[in-house]
């Protein structure tokens, strides 16, 4: 069974960094993709940003391009989503998922399109 647990969120100023993390346990870190989404209530779950398994191709939404950075570690088995210059807009419970990937290269932009799923952990920031 895969698990992902979240951490590292919390009370933040506008301006502000947090670096998230999702550690994976109970499968091949390595045959999945992995993505970081965000929602808030009474919203759809929204893509936030995407790597592939080999940690070579990234994708982000637009709104976080520049600001928002989604790294691998194999080793620790864990992904992580630094966030600097945070806005209030960006205030949301973030997920982490896993999708089992083809390819090295692979990464995707959709819910549909994941395996698994963390808990999420809150990102709050105050303006």
């Known amino acids: 069974q895969v698990q992902l647990v979240e951490s590292g969120g919390g009370l933040v100023q506008a301006g502000d960094s947090l670096r998230l993390s999702c550690v994976v346990s109970g499968g091949i870190f390595s045959s999945y993709a992995m993505g970081w989404f965000r929602q808030v209530p009474g919203k759809e779950r929204e893509f936030v940003a995407t790597?592939?398994?080999?940690?070579?191709?990234?994708d982000y939404v637009d709104s976080v391009k520049g600001r928002f950075t989604i790294s691998r570690d194999s080793a620790q088995k864990t992904v992580y989503l630094q966030m600097n210059s945070l806005k209030p807009e960006d205030a949301a419970v973030y997920y982490c998922?896993?999708?089992?990937?083809?390819?090295?290269?692979?990464?995707?932009?959709?819910?549909?399109?994941?395996?698994?799923w963390g808990l999420g952990t809150q990102v709050t920031v105050s303006s």
């Open positions: 998922a896993a999708a089992l990937s083809v390819t090295g290269s692979s990464y995707y932009r959709r819910a549909d399109d994941y395996d698994y």
């Open positions: 790597i592939s398994w080999s940690g070579g191709s990234t």
